[in-house]
């Protein structure tokens, strides 16, 4: 394999090259976008401007692939936050404060911006910007497997709709095509035009809405490393997070008709308004810069390339391109970073182009998805009232589940840490049914569940109020 071509420079796209780059092999990824050299918001990626927490998980697995990464995002100014320090809200109360997990706090831009430089500096690779990927091709007998067809930035994908003439256009010779192109992904459409079958999409969406608004506060201006107020049917919640250069981002969630204002007194008004004012009182602490950040695109959607027979070999895709997940929970990097890790080891296998290769690291991918899409799935079904797809050993484990969260709210710190190990991806759901921590219920039931964890004290006036 010597021509790898990487459609999309967001951060499946990026950690996929990082996966395959290797002396002797061209990995070309191509972006729609003018690339910028310092961090910053991008329109190819809108969300850009939202929270973006990068699981325990996948801090590992991007290190991994990265080494030194997270020392040089800490050095950039990142924030080292210890997930068990987060003030967090959930309809049974507050959690307990308890040793954790270790994840890094910084905008989605200087991450980004980071893996970037690592990446472009790797052997073999190039990135090149203002290009969108257009079309896909097969190769002729004798020549390469695949031809990306691309269009530059500002030209139309039809000849006679650019600006003139048909020069910005370009074909990419490929061994192996990724599609990491995100939500906006064309396969689809290509794969109807090489006349293969559709594949089928799945969707769970709960119409989440995010408003976002920077506030300027030290890091460790409030009590607590960052605030989480969970949303529930009909109740909209929030998140504040520190990030790189002393600014926060508080962020206000609502799905359905539960819309998070996008006008600052609006926003205010409806933090205000949450079952905790928290949000409300971290968002007046500081200065707020620049205007409210809204995003709506959040829907849970998977492509089940993974079931299409007559899969063609030397193409796969990763990323949102494969699987988006509604990212109040924060886990669509984190599943890029594995699924990067996938196709190292595909690679190093030497399995990726052989025959069947694409489809077998397909179904990897899906599998290595499963168990975060069926978190936000079924916690967004419950938040749009839809009907699950309820067995009763899952229903019996939901009730395990908000039991243990009831545990927790009453102090329970190895129920609350039990949660978060699954919740990060570093643990199996099976590993919350272990005998120690169903002897633990059993004991709340019988002996009583202890006092509830108090509102933590996030501001000094939460102090005085003391
Ligand atoms: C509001 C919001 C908050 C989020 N918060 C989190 C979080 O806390 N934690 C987390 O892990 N994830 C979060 N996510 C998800 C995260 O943004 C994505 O899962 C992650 O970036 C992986 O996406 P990707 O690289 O597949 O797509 P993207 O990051 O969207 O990148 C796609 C790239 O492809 C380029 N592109 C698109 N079409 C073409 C084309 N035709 N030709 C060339 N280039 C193209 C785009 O310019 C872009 O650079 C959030 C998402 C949203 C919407």
């Known amino acids: ?158 000849p006679d709709g650019g600006p003139g003439d048909a020069d910005g256009r370009h074909a990419w ?16 459409v290509w794969l109807r035009a090489l006349g293969l ?32 107020l969970l949303q529930q049917r009909g109740r909209g919640g929030g998140l504040a997070l520190p990030a790189e250069g002393g600014w926060w981002t508080v962020t206000a969630v609502g799905a359905g008709a539960l819309r998070p204002p996008r006008d600052l007194p609006g926003l205010r008004a409806y933090l205000a308004g949450l079952p905790d004012d928290a949000l409300a009182r971290v968002a007046a602490a500081g200065a707020v810069d620049g205007d409210v950040a809204s995003h709506r695109q ?37 599943v890029a970073a594995l699924e990067a890790q996938a196709l190292r080891a595909a690679d ?29 799935t079924g916690e967004d079904r419950a938040l749009a009232g839809l009907p699950g797809p309820r067995s009763p050993v899952s229903a019996l484990a939901g009730r395990w589940i908000g039991e243990l969260t009831r545990m927790a709210a009453h102090g329970d710190t190895v129920a609350q840490a039990g949660l978060s190990r699954v919740y990060h991806l570093v643990a199996p759901p099976t590993s919350l049914f272990r005998p120690s921590l169903l002897v633990r219920g059993l004991r709340a039931r019988l002996r009583g569940y202890g006092p509830p964890v108090p509102r933590p004290a996030l501001l000094p006036v939460d102090e005085a109020d003391r």
């Open 1 to 158: 394999m010597q021509d790898v071509v990487v459609i999309g420079a967001g951060m499946a796209g990026l950690l996929a090259a990082a996966a395959l780059a290797r002396d002797g092999r061209t990995v070309t990824l191509l972006d729609r976008d003018l690339l910028p050299d310092v961090p910053q918001p991008r329109p190819g990626v809108p969300q850009g401007r939202q929270p973006h927490l990068l699981l325990h998980r996948g801090l590992s697995a991007v290190e991994d692939l990265l080494p030194g990464f997270r020392d040089e995002l800490q050095a950039a100014g990142a924030v080292a936050v210890d997930t068990g320090d987060l003030a967090w809200w959930g309809p049974p109360g507050w959690a307990p404060r308890a040793r954790q997990l270790e994840v890094l706090l910084a905008s989605r831009p200087l991450v980004e911006h980071l893996v970037r430089r690592r990446v472009s500096a790797l052997p073999g690779v190039r990135v090149v910007a203002a290009v969108r990927g257009a079309g896909l091709r097969r190769g002729e007998e004798g020549g390469p497997r695949w031809w990306v067809d691309t269009v530059e930035a500002g030209w139309a994908d039809t």
């Open 298 to 334: 959040t829907g849970n959607r998977r492509h089940r390339y993974d079931r299409v027979r007559g899969w063609p070999d030397g193409l796969v895709a990763v990323g949102d391109a494969l699987c988006a997940f509604d990212p109040v929970y924060g886990q669509g990097i984190t």
């Open 173 to 188: 010779p490929a061994d192996l095509v990724v599609d990491a192109s995100g939500r906006a992904s064309r396969l689809p």
């Open 348 to 376: 190093a296998r030497g399995d990726l182009t052989a025959p069947g290769g694409a489809a077998r690291l397909l179904r990897e991918c899906v599998r290595l998805g499963a168990v975060p899409w069926r978190i936000a």
């Open 197 to 228: 079958p559709a594949a089928r999409v799945e969707e769970v969406d709960a119409h989440v809405g995010y408003a976002t608004v920077r506030v300027r506060l030290p890091a460790d201006a409030l009590g607590a490393a960052g605030v989480v």
